[in-house]
């Protein structure tokens, strides 16, 4: 099925760094969200966005839907142990009901 | 309120053998999504439930696959004569319509010997 562009695939980095990532679409969204999977767990939505240019912010998380409406990042700051996981990215196209997943973007933090 | 649960978490099964799995939603979400997720990649759509309008199906792998959902509420996936390739985990969500965001049952591992 259709997937997103998520970029990166996996990440490496030192507790207490900042993370981003992001999605890249060739449609347009209406939707943008931000899920984050811990291993034999289901997704749990971190934040949503439902216009273009909005920026949101939860704890250290903070996510952006793009102005062209065909792109959204999310960054982690001042990473800590438990925000190990796998992120997804979901868009929802225009006129439709479904949505598109990326492929995920893994992360390790060292301690 | 309690979240959207999904059983059995784990299912082994012999190939050939029919499967069946259950999602309960959220309670009041009238929209309901199953997704399969492969090891190590995103989610897959498979179908989708909205209200009493006939669900969208068009992303169910092969006529092995059907889904239903009665009175609005739960729903179950049978997977018919299982294959190696159906091992996957299965991921039921639910909405309050399908411009709201979606919550993600844990779901169901399934391993097709």
């Known amino acids: 099925g259709q997937q997103l562009n998520q970029s990166p695939q996996s990440m490496f980095i030192q507790e207490g760094e900042d993370v981003s990532m992001n999605c890249t679409s060739s449609?347009?969204?209406?939707?943008w969200l931000w899920y984050k999977q811990d291993p034999g767990e289901g997704p749990v939505l971190l934040i949503a966005l439902y216009k273009a240019g909005e920026l949101t912010s939860n704890g250290r998380l903070t996510a952006q839907f793009g102005t062209t409406r065909k792109d959204s990042f999310l960054n982690i700051s001042a990473s800590i142990p438990s925000d190990v996981g796998i992120y997804f990215c979901a868009g929802q196209p225009s006129g439709t009901y479904k949505y598109i997943f990326g492929t995920g973007t893994r992360l390790k933090v060292l301690a | 309120g309690a979240g959207v649960s999904q059983s059995p978490s784990n299912k082994v099964t012999e190939k050939g053998k029919d499967v069946e799995l259950r999602c309960d939603p959220i309670s009041g979400h009238t929209a309901l999504y199953w997704y399969r997720q492969s090891l190590g990649q995103g989610l897959e759509f498979l179908i989708y439930f909205q209200g009493n309008s006939a669900p969208d199906k068009s992303g169910l792998p092969s006529d092995r696959f059907s889904a239903e959902r009665t009175g609005g509420s739960v729903s179950t996936l049978t997977i018919q004569r299982t294959q190696q390739e159906d091992s996957a985990v299965y991921l039921c969500a639910s909405s309050y319509s399908h411009t709201e965001t979606q919550y993600f049952g844990p779901g169901t591992r399934l391993l097709v010997l």
């Open positions: 449609s347009i969204f209406n939707t």
